[in-house]
C-alpha cells in the first residue's frame, strides 16, 4: 500500500496546487484507487467522490448508465472506462474523472479477458484510455497494480493539461 500512498500523494498535491478536483468510478480495484487517494491528508480539497461500479445493477443505479449508453461496446474495455469517467465526473460536477474497469482474478471475465486485464480512462480537461495486461492472477496482487496504473495515469493526464 505504501507505494499506493506515494503516487496518491503526489496526485493529491498537484490537484491542491490547480484547485482541481476528482471523482473515481472503479470496478475491479474495488474502492482501492480511491482509498489511495483518501489516505492523503487534506483530501477534501480535491477528491469529491468515488463510487465501486461491479455490476449492472450498480451502473445503472449509481451512474444511470443504460443499455443504450453501451450500445456496440462492452464492459473491461477502453471506451467503457470513458465512458465510467465522463460520467463520474458529469454526476459529481468535478474536474476529473477516473474510470477503471478489468478481470482481477484468478480467472478471467466473462467477456474473455485473461485475469490482469484492466481498462482505465481519465476524462477532464486531458483525456485518455488505456489497457494493462498483467498476466498476472492473484486477485490481491492485481487490484493494486491496477490502482498503480490509475494513479500514475491521472498523473500523466495532470502533467499533459499543463
Not at 2 to 31: D, H, M, P, Q, Y
Not at 81 to 98: D, E, H, K, P, Y
Not at 113 to 125: E, K, S, V, W
Request: charged share 20%; glycine share 12%.
Amino acid at each position: 500500500m505504501n507505494e499506493l500512498i506515494a503516487i496518491a500523494r503526489r496526485v493529491g498535491a498537484k490537484l491542491k496546487a490547480r484547485g482541481e478536483t476528482i471523482a473515481i468510478a472503479e470496478s475491479s480495484a474495488g474502492g482501492l484507487i480511491a482509498a489511495s487517494l483518501l489516505s492523503v491528508g487534506g483530501a477534501s480539497a480535491f477528491f469529491i467522490g468515488g463510487t465501486v461500479v461491479y455490476t449492472r445493477t450498480a451502473r445503472r443505479g449509481l451512474l444511470s448508465i443504460g443499455n443504450a449508453d453501451m450500445a456496440g461496446f462492452r464492459p473491461s474495455t477502453e471506451t467503457y472506462a470513458l465512458l465510467l469517467a465522463r460520467r463520474i465526473r458529469q454526476r459529481q460536477a468535478s474536474v476529473w474523472g477516473l474510470g477503471e474497469t478489468g478481470a482481477t482474478g484468478p480467472t478471467g471475465n466473462r467477456y474473455g479477458d485473461a485475469a490482469g486485464h484492466c481498462c482505465i480512462g481519465i476524462a477532464g480537461p486531458v483525456e485518455m484510455s488505456l489497457t494493462l495486461e498483467t498476466a498476472r492472477t492473484d486477485r490481491v496482487e492485481n487490484m493494486h497494480l491496477f490502482t498503480a496504473k490509475a494513479l500514475e495515469s491521472l498523473e500523466v493526464a495532470l502533467e499533459k493539461a499543463g
